[in-house]
């Protein structure tokens, strides 16, 4: 039996809108070809920035976007980055394919792009390589009005309001490659940077501190003791992978065991949150501090030829799913959970756009942000599932996943069959609905769209129907579906 049962009576709040937040890094073709071009390209670009992928990124309402690291922010040096492009020193890109960065993609880029997208920018520092007053003066560049030599820097550089930037991170994966900190330590240093960070005019930043990796408890214990009160969020960081880190699998080839084994590991995510939660509860019961699922997304052995050190990845029907799982995890959990992060926005990861020249692709995981966008800025209900098994050997999981909101009197539910090949027939139950319409995204579980073949897209949906008071729905096999209930 698979029956949801909808009480809109019960709810853990609004869910915050970012929630539906992207990641982008100086990482393979994530920002160089994927989003930025330059303006002598003659793929169309507005200063620069690819026009086709711009469009695509504003049509799902990406509400922010976090830049310019991972672990590129740690050994990222913001003033490398300012001035006339032709001017700008030339780097290593240590991280990532050992590339020379040219830095032609700096501050002011980013700002604009996320002008372009109509978005909010989330700007990682520089911990790990970098000082307190290199990030408080990247803090006074792009935020204050006061005619200080570092704003008048700005004003050389052709911008004369600040931009009051919010949401600012103190180091990245401080526990690995930006600086293998103990949390002992980082917890010493973040108190020691968000000091000098200061608020100018009426923007108060949003102090983000570096929190654990998946199950790393002890981080977060230590992290909220010793400096919760110091920060508005900490995050956490869960990279779904089928094999190992040695070897992580195909993104396209892969069982039907490979494909129940990543559909159940992505739902480890639910625990971590939930654990990484209770910790935070025992300090801050009143839920000041937010989570920030700033990475998170399915990782998978780079595509057969392409740089290692690039991760590109190519994206299925399973990476919708794994998409799905995700966010109605990341719903249910919006009393605690007020960011999240997909890794990462084009070329790079779990992406919701490819390119290749000037070509674009979007992904199944991009209709599934199309799916979910109503969620944005809605109020949780609670959404009771019960739903059979299926699986494969010892990779057993639900068959439904969903989570539930409502704005302006219209309920949305969202919800994937994680079957692989077998229908799901839904009762749906606890609303008085009107009208019922729906909207899905459906194949085979090795389905993927590429250049000049794009079988996947959202469809309308007519499998939902109203049957004395119920909503009765038949999700087909490998889908992921919205249901929208006046
Ligand atoms: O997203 C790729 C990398 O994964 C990031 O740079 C890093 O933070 C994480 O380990």
Same mark, same amino acid.
């Given at each position: %039996? ?5 009480? /809109? ?30 303006? &002598? ?26 830049? /310019? ?8 040096? !913001? ?11 030339? %780097? ?121 990796? &998946? ?7 230590? *992290? ?11 995050? *956490? ?19 039907? $065991? ?11 995510? #639910?625990?971590?949150?939930?654990? $990484? ?7 801050? /019961? ?17 595509? /057969? ?27 249910? $959990? ?33 209709? =599934?942000? @199309?799916?979910?966008?109503? $969620? ?8 009771? =599932? ?8 010892? !990779? ?24 692989? #090949? ?39 949906? @007519? ?24």
């Amino acid at each position: %039996m698979n029956k949801i049962t909808l009480n /809109p009576e019960r709810s853990r709040g609004v869910i915050n809108k970012n929630i539906y937040g992207h990641f982008s890094e100086h990482l393979g073709r994530c920002i160089y070809q994927g989003l930025f071009v330059g303006k &002598d390209s003659p793929i169309p670009n507005v200063n620069g920035m690819r026009k086709d992928v711009v469009d695509a990124l504003k049509k799902i309402g990406v509400p922010v976007l976090r830049w /310019p690291g991972g672990c590129f922010a740690d050994e990222y040096h !913001w003033e490398d980055g300012i001035g006339p492009q032709e001017g700008r020193k030339r %780097m290593v890109n240590t991280n990532w394919g050992g590339v020379v960065e040219d830095n032609s993609f700096g501050t002011h880029e980013f700002l604009e792009l996320c002008e372009q997208i109509g978005c909010e920018p989330y700007i990682n520092a520089n911990v790990g390589s970098g000082t307190v007053r290199e990030m408080a003066e990247w803090v006074e560049y792009l935020n204050s009005e006061g005619d200080s030599t570092v704003v008048k820097k700005r004003w050389a550089n052709g911008r004369k309001e600040p931009w009051g930037v919010k949401y600012w991170g103190v180091g990245n994966e401080s526990w690995g490659c930006g600086g293998n900190m103990r949390p002992e330590y980082y917890a010493d240093e973040f108190r020691r940077y968000q000091t000098y960070c200061r608020n100018y005019g009426k923007n108060k930043l949003y102090r983000i501190a570096c929190g654990p990796t &998946d199950r790393d408890y002890n981080w977060m214990e230590v *992290l909220m003791e010793r400096a919760g009160r110091f920060m508005d969020a900490i995050t *956490l960081h869960y990279y779904t992978i089928c094999g190992d880190w040695t070897v992580k699998g195909s993104a396209t080839e892969f069982t039907l $065991h490979d494909f129940y084994k990543t559909l159940v590991r992505s739902q480890d995510m #639910d625990e971590f949150i939930t654990r $990484h939660s209770a910790i935070m509860d025992k300090y801050d /019961p009143e839920k000041r501090v937010g989570l920030i699922v700033d990475e998170w997304g399915a990782w998978y052995d780079v595509e /057969p030829g392409t740089n290692p050190g690039f991760l590109y990845q190519q994206n299925t029907m399973r990476d919708a799913l794994i998409a799905a799982i995700n966010l109605n995890i990341f719903n249910r $959990h919006c009393d605690r959970v007020v960011m999240a992060n997909l890794a990462q926005t084009v070329n790079v990861l779990q992406s919701v756009v490819l390119t290749e020249g000037d070509q674009m692709v979007l992904t199944p995981t991009y209709h =599934v942000f @199309d799916l979910y966008k109503a $969620h944005q800025d809605a109020n949780e209900i609670d959404c009771y =599932v019960q739903t059979e098994t299926v699986g494969e050997g010892e !990779w057993q999981t639900r068959q439904i996943t969903a989570s539930a909101s409502e704005k302006d009197g219209v309920i949305t539910v969202t919800m994937a069959n994680l079957a692989a #090949d077998k229908l799901a027939a839904v009762t749906l139950e606890g609303v008085n609905a009107a009208s019922v319409t729906g909207r899905i995204l459906k194949g085979e579980m090795h389905q993927y769209n590429d250049f000049g073949d794009s079988p996947l897209a959202v469809e309308a949906f @007519d499998g939902c129907t109203l049957k004395n008071g119920s909503i009765v729905i038949e999700l087909p096999a490998c889908c992921v579906a919205e249901i929208t209930i006046k």
